[in-house]
């Protein structure tokens, strides 16, 4: 049991890591499984939810994510990310997306209900990179399984001193939206921000992000959407943006707006 402990050690030290803004985080589960589960999940939920089938919504939303994944890129040159990223309109009246390790983006046709013009659009895609690129997902489930299962992850424990069952379900499998794990308040402020700097370097409206979050409370009514049922409170991560939005304009002070049309804005990508 001590060579456990020992190895317990080694790897949580290796695995103390800094996101894109800098705060130190325990992600201990090897990224090429990471991007093996996020390959899996996608691939089932594509199973199970049918893809939208209108060619405009389609090219729309596949506008705002290539805008947004080339802006990434270049805003965090340090930071590892998917070569390719996979973009899906789901079939689904939900105001939902999703993004999972690998480079696997979801959007739900009901989000452009919600996200009325490119940059609102954006601001949603843009946060769920973030998430990706800090590897929240990661953090999260290393928190979740403890150093026991991290363990087992990386080949140091037998299987059968952790069932693959309970593994499964701590990753998501199965869920409706798959890898997608509750994030904690510290995750989603930090995606916040990340995704609202992303939105700006890629020439989106960085202040439309005000806008997008309160068309989602709105479309919440007394409860919140489902997108919104882990997320800080409307009125906090307005205020956060709000403070930010200088800096954002800064950011994009010399993007040319994407050409990307939503929904139904016919202007160019400003918003």
Known sequence: MRWVLGVAMVLLLAGCEETPTGRSQ???????????????????????????????????????????????????????????????????PSPNAFALPGGRIGVHAGLLRVAQTPSQLAAVIGHEVAHVLADHGNERLTQQLGIKAALLLVGLLGEGELAQEPLMRALGIGARLGLTLPFSRTHEEEADLMGLEIMAEAGFDPAQSVALWRNMAAAGGDQPPEFLSTHPAHGSRIEALQAHLDQARRLGRQASPPACRVGRDKRAAGG
């Open 26 to 92: 325990l992600a201990l589960v090897p990224d090429g499984l990471m991007a093996e589960l996020g390959e899996r999940t996608f691939a089932q939920l594509r199973e199970r939810e049918p893809p939208a089938r209108d060619p405009a919504l389609n090219r729309q939303v596949q506008c705002v994510a290539r805008a947004v994944v080339e802006a990434a890129r270049r805003h965090y040159p340090e930071t590892a990310m998917p070569e390719a990223w996979e973009v899906v309109v789901f079939d689904d």
